[in-house]
Structures are given as structure tokens and as C-alpha cells.
């Protein structure tokens, strides 16, 4: 089972949708949760990170549920530029606290169609 | 630009030969992080370095591959003996100063191999 695991898609909606991805991790120790966002042959590009409480920025709402090991990206009135692969992240920490390696999913591929 | 910069941007070269990439991290970040990205995959973890001390190497380092950071700014990966399946991405990312709180990864441009 790989650690972190994404829908498949890839999803195609047309502007003005909304659209849900999700994630689930399977270290129970994971301490950071993340969602980055990748154009096509470009570097990831931190999208927002996810806490307990829940966060929106924008058009765009994060979930974790630490329980389930589940991560959630909702993106609402999407946009043509919205187009890009999705990648859910996690992280554990080390002694000192800090942030080890990121753990990545394969990415959701999203298509936002005029 | 005081983004993480790597050079070169693409490389192209034939099996067996040797290559090396560069990655400037942030100044003062003194987390570096080297991953290989291929086609239709989420980038996969290679090695991080705090300073210049390398903390963590993945099994998908095998002996070919090595990495340095030795003053503890720039880093280079370097590959040995080329194979067509080292083709790929090769991403940097540095992170700030230990001991803050959020510890986001910043992402170079990349480093695209291709091994004919």
C-alpha cells in the first residue's frame, strides 16, 4: 500500500464547478498535511496546508481528519487556470520538530473546460 | 530572483556517462532537499541535508547516485554511469532555518534528464 494515496482522476469539469480530492495517508504518525499544486513540466508549488480545524483560502477548503487518515481539497467556482495536477502531501517530524521528507501522492490530474 | 535556482535546466546524454546538477537553495535555509519526479508520479524523496551534514538517503539512492553540500550552501547531485531509467526530473527544495514553525518546502525549477 503506498503512503499516501489519491483519487486517480483525472477529473474534468467545466468553469464554475465544484470539485472535491482526496487523500488518505497511512502513517498514523504523520504530523503535516499539505496540498501543492503542479502545471505540466513545472516545479510543485505549495497550494495550502491542511490543519485539524480545517482552512479555506479563497475558493479553496481543506479537511483533515486525523481518525480516518483523511485529507480533502474542495475547490469551489473553479476557474480555467484551476487546471493542474493536485498533490496531497504528508510529513512526519524529527526530534527537533521539524519537517522531514514529504511524502507525496501521484497527484490528481484536474481539467477545468470553458 | 532569490528563489532556489538548479542548473542546467535539461540535460540529455547517453548511457554510461556521468552527470552532475546543481541546486542554490534560499539563502539561509539550511535544509536541502533533493527528489526525482517521473511521468505521471509525485515527486520521490532522494536525500535532505541540514548544513552540510547529509541526515537521510532513500534506498532509490543507489550506489550510483551521490549527493554533496559542502560549505553548506549549494548542493550537487551526481549520477554515475547513466541508465535509461534515471531519466526523469530532478527537483531541490530548501527550507528555512530550523525551529520554525512551519518549515515549508520551496521548489527549484527542476533538473529534466534524459538518457538516450
Given at each position: 500500500r503506498?503512503?499516501?494515496?489519491q483519487d486517480?482522476?483525472?477529473?474534468?469539469v467545466?468553469?464554475?464547478?465544484?470539485?472535491?480530492?482526496?487523500?488518505?495517508?497511512?502513517?498514523?504518525?504523520s504530523?503535516?498535511?499539505?496540498?501543492?499544486?503542479q502545471d505540466?513540466?513545472?516545479?510543485?508549488?505549495?497550494l495550502?496546508?491542511?490543519y485539524?480545524?480545517?482552512?479555506e483560502?479563497?475558493?479553496?477548503?481543506?479537511q483533515?481528519?486525523r481518525?480516518?487518515?483523511y485529507i480533502?481539497?474542495?475547490?469551489?467556482d473553479s476557474?480555467?487556470?484551476d487546471?493542474?495536477?493536485?498533490?496531497?502531501?504528508?510529513?512526519t517530524?524529527d526530534?527537533a520538530?521539524?519537517?522531514r521528507k514529504?511524502?507525496w501522492g501521484?497527484g490528481?490530474s484536474?481539467?477545468?473546460?470553458? | 530572483?532569490t528563489?532556489?535556482?538548479q542548473?542546467p535546466?535539461h540535460?540529455?546524454?547517453?548511457r554510461?556517462?556521468?552527470?552532475t546538477?546543481?541546486?542554490?537553495?534560499?539563502s539561509?535555509?539550511?535544509?536541502?532537499?533533493w527528489?526525482?519526479?517521473?511521468?505521471?508520479q509525485?515527486?520521490?524523496?532522494?536525500t535532505?541535508?541540514?548544513?552540510?551534514?547529509?541526515?537521510?538517503?532513500?534506498r532509490?539512492?543507489?550506489?550510483r547516485?551521490?549527493?554533496?553540500?559542502?560549505?553548506?550552501s549549494?548542493?550537487?547531485?551526481?549520477?554515475?554511469?547513466t541508465?535509461?531509467?534515471d531519466?526523469?526530473?530532478?527537483?531541490c527544495?530548501?527550507?528555512?532555518?530550523?525551529?520554525?514553525?512551519?518549515n515549508?518546502?520551496?521548489?527549484g525549477p527542476?533538473t529534466?534528464l534524459?538518457?538516450?
Open positions: 503506498k503512503e499516501v494515496e486517480p482522476g483525472p477529473f474534468n467545466p468553469e464554475g464547478a465544484t470539485v472535491a480530492f482526496n487523500c488518505t495517508y497511512s502513517n498514523s504518525a504530523q503535516s498535511f499539505f496540498w501543492y499544486r505540466c513540466r513545472k516545479e510543485p508549488k505549495l495550502m496546508s491542511v485539524s480545524s480545517g482552512n483560502d479563497g475558493r479553496f477548503t481543506a483533515l481528519n481518525a480516518s487518515q480533502s481539497l474542495l475547490i469551489r476557474k480555467l487556470s487546471s493542474a495536477t493536485y498533490l496531497c502531501v504528508v510529513t517530524a526530534n520538530g521539524n519537517n514529504l511524502i501521484l490528481t484536474l481539467g477545468v473546460n470553458p | 530572483d528563489g532556489v535556482s542548473d535546466r540535460k540529455i546524454t547517453k554510461g556517462q556521468n552527470v546538477f546543481r541546486c542554490d537553495p534560499i539561509e535555509h539550511n535544509r536541502l532537499y527528489y526525482r519526479q517521473t511521468l505521471g509525485g515527486p520521490e524523496f532522494l535532505y541535508f541540514q548544513n552540510e551534514a547529509q541526515l537521510e538517503k532513500s532509490l539512492l543507489s550506489d547516485f551521490s549527493a554533496e553540500r559542502p560549505k553548506g549549494f548542493s550537487t547531485l551526481e549520477i554515475q554511469r541508465e535509461q531509467g531519466s526523469a526530473m530532478y527537483l527544495a530548501s527550507s528555512p532555518r530550523t525551529g520554525s514553525s512551519y515549508e518546502q520551496f521548489f527542476g529534466r534524459t538518457v538516450l
